[in-house]
DNA sequence: GATGAATGAGCTTTCATTCAT
DNA sequence: AATGAATGAAAGCTCATTCAT
């Protein structure tokens, strides 16, 4: 097969990933049906299949992407010639930007994948699938630490404080129960973060 | 009808939503059938029908259900005689006993509510359905901040990190990605919550 | 449940049974669809799965339900006060009967029970769900052998022969190929197996 | 087109004729699907149907494929300068060495010629597309006969009960529930099936 | 209150066949 | 000759809900 036709169907792929997710983000994965999808992609549903061999692994497949796309916008943060507390800050600034601009994409991780466990279990064992998501966190968390900026302390005590703050404020947004706009707790959590974390 | 006919209904209504928020806790809510919760409460299912209309009816009965369970323990933590600090450590022992004893409560709260919008669309808007348990949080902040001992800040940024906090540490006990047993952990988030919220 | 549901119940599977060995031994287990039986039987398709719960399973019950009506005639055979000779005359004018009146019995058997042989894989190993039929033929069998009328040799070398040639016979007739009825070939078939099996 | 060029076709035509025959017969018709065909030959499907415009096409070319290697098996026993009684041996041993050798064969005709009608119901009326293989068993029959060896009777009684025996044998052993091998059985049956047909 | 048979729309998945390249 | 993406009808099966008993 040439690589014309290859990134031609990998192109394909992509664009079914994207549109599969923001029907999952929106309407949740078993009420977003492979017609749905299909029709969303202007495709018909026997052709889906020549793509992704099961609705399942189109989930798998969808957040190893997001992981991808969330992984490297971190990686360009921990890229950065700047202090810990700025690299807080500006994951956060990042998390939230995404939130309001592509909001399927942390719909999909706070909705799909954490919360279908069954579909995730056979493939995405131990959080293997958003891999490179926590990666960058890592790098971030135990920089922080080496510089001395950061308390040395089980790295997922920190992670699950930083993931479970921004999830949860996405979420309470998305219920509308917050009083203002998530940019404007970005101070706050800030502050909150790195207050937690620092030595 | 008679009190204790209406007792005994009451008491067949616990039995079937704590017989199906297991089930949900365990399989999600759209791999839980309505002949599932029927078999394992010994019922038929037309019978279930005589307690709840619905099963969107009983996911929605059994969240009020699950927060005010939640809210109790909370209100008996707020009620005692301690410092703040010490009711922040409380509320994580709690919420880690729970997640321990009665895992199917935190399961519920975390796979079924907050990952099924449209299921508690109608009916739980604005999480009314989860007031009890946000009350208490409320009031074990507000005390600390009229004690003078937690920063005053918007309660959902407060609400955010707690919650979220303890939420994603269950879920990452979930996924078996955690090297020690949360208990472990309590010193560790203690002290990163009250650092956080601390003045 | 009482014995009057229960045995109402049991009707209804068997007319079950009876409608779906029709439309299999006609159109083929493949180009019978569920929808198909169960518009035969008048009943929509989601009940047709509270008496069977898969099709396979179906067509299992079926062959035992075929296998336990062939084995019935035959031992009324193999009970009656006559010669080798005459029985297995009988047998033949019987496999030929129901061959003409309930086809689908004998059709059954031969296109789908001989050749689906993944369908019956599991559950129907070794030939057990034919059983009561088998086991009238080998009465049959080890009889004249016992009185010193058949020849002994190896079961199956006998088994093979006699339901191979009659089957074999009923295919012929299926496919339109034999110049005469079924029944004129009675006395040949009758005279080839004895001449065959007999000391 | 030149010959080569037709030789050549003619030669991936057969090719795939075999490569479908081991599918099919392994299988079943139903089980065996185009996409199946095609990646063992290792070509693509839309190729497929320039040699063949249709799955039930295949099948029936396979099944004169068949009936002409059979047919030809026997018709070297035919021509041989031996015994009735020598032939009828010879043809069995054949039959088995098949069955044994190249099972795809036997089970093609059995399994899927003999069970799936509605494939071969237009096209292969009345047996025409194993004329060959049944032409060379009358040439058995009818030469014993006239050699006075064979008992004149309805050939295709002859024929049910020697083919139907030979293919209730290989389906026994498919089976397996034959105690012995089916070279074993060889004497048994050549006796019986002489004992049946002589005079 | 209690039962469970009955409904039927809707789901995921399959596959023979076509056709642009 | 050759490719394989595309089609779309149809399959087996599920399940919330109803209702006669």
Redesign the pocket.
């Given at each position: 097969?040439s690589t014309k036709?290859k990134d031609?169907?990998l192109k394909?792929k992509e664009e079914i990933m994207q549109g599969a997710l923001e029907l999952f983000a929106t309407n949740g994965f078993?009420?977003?049906?492979?017609?749905?999808i299909?029709k969303a992609l202007?495709?018909?549903?026997?052709?889906?299949?020549?793509?992704f061999?099961?609705?399942?692994?189109?989930a798998k497949e969808i957040i190893s992407f997001v992981s991808k796309y969330l992984g490297n916008e971190l990686k360009n943060i921990n890229d950065m010639d700047i202090s810990t507390k700025e690299k807080t800050k500006k994951i956060i600034e990042v998390y939230f930007k995404i939130a309001s601009v592509k909001p399927e994409m942390i719909d999909y991780f706070l909705r799909i994948y954490l919360s279908n466990r069954e579909v995730f279990k056979n493939g995405c064992e131990g959080m293997i699938c958003v891999n490179e998501f926590i990666t960058e966190i890592m790098i971030y968390f135990e920089e922080g630490v080496a510089k001395g900026n950061l308390r040395d302390q089980d790295f997922f005590s920190a992670f699950g404080l930083f993931m479970g703050y921004l999830g949860g404020m996405v979420f309470l947004k998305g219920e509308n129960v917050l009083p203002k706009d998530l940019n404007d707790y970005i101070e706050d959590i800030s502050l909150n973060i790195y207050k937690a974390l620092s030595v």
């Amino acid at each position: 097969m040439s690589t014309k036709i290859k990134d031609k169907k990998l192109k394909r792929k992509e664009e079914i990933m994207q549109g599969a997710l923001e029907l999952f983000a929106t309407n949740g994965f078993y009420n977003t049906t492979i017609p749905d999808i299909a029709k969303a992609l202007k495709m018909s549903v026997g052709n889906m299949y020549n793509y992704f061999s099961s609705k399942d692994i189109l989930a798998k497949e969808i957040i190893s992407f997001v992981s991808k796309y969330l992984g490297n916008e971190l990686k360009n943060i921990n890229d950065m010639d700047i202090s810990t507390k700025e690299k807080t800050k500006k994951i956060i600034e990042v998390y939230f930007k995404i939130a309001s601009v592509k909001p399927e994409m942390i719909d999909y991780f706070l909705r799909i994948y954490l919360s279908n466990r069954e579909v995730f279990k056979n493939g995405c064992e131990g959080m293997i699938c958003v891999n490179e998501f926590i990666t960058e966190i890592m790098i971030y968390f135990e920089e922080g630490v080496a510089k001395g900026n950061l308390r040395d302390q089980d790295f997922f005590s920190a992670f699950g404080l930083f993931m479970g703050y921004l999830g949860g404020m996405v979420f309470l947004k998305g219920e509308n129960v917050l009083p203002k706009d998530l940019n404007d707790y970005i101070e706050d959590i800030s502050l909150n973060i790195y207050k937690a974390l620092s030595v």
